[in-house]
């Protein structure tokens, strides 16, 4: 494991997702976009963050794109646990939860065969 590869797609996964919430936040504040739209915006939001950063990962790593892509899908899990442990003390294992866990497992996978090299 190439565990540059894995902190760049990291870093990668969380600044994308941060930029393109951030464009979800002003379009709902100045266009009138529902909470729902919104919430799916989010979803789509972390999911791509997550592939661009396992692509990235997968790219850099070269023979193992797979297990050097999904440590990036686990540190972005571990990292919204630990935000939600930190600011709401307990967290929800509901459907909303499980299909977020689920996209961002499911990105990085599909980012790791993008980026894997023939």
């Given at each position: ?81 630990t935000a939600t442990l930190i600011f709401r003390k307990s967290i929800n294992t509901d459907i909303h939860c499980i299909s977020l866990f689920a ?16």
């Open positions: 494991m190439k565990l540059k590869g894995i902190i760049a797609g990291s870093a990668l996964s969380f600044a994308l997702t941060f930029v393109f919430v951030f464009i979800i936040a002003l379009l709902e504040y100045f266009t009138g976009m529902s909470e729902g739209a919104a919430n799916i915006c989010a979803y789509i939001a972390a999911a791509a963050g997550v592939f661009a950063g396992a692509l990235l990962s997968a790219a850099v790593s070269g023979q193992r794109a797979l297990l050097n892509a999904m440590p990036v899908s686990l540190i972005y899990i571990a990292a919204i646990i996209g961002i497992v499911l990105a990085g996978f599909l980012g790791a065969v993008a980026g894997q090299r023939k």
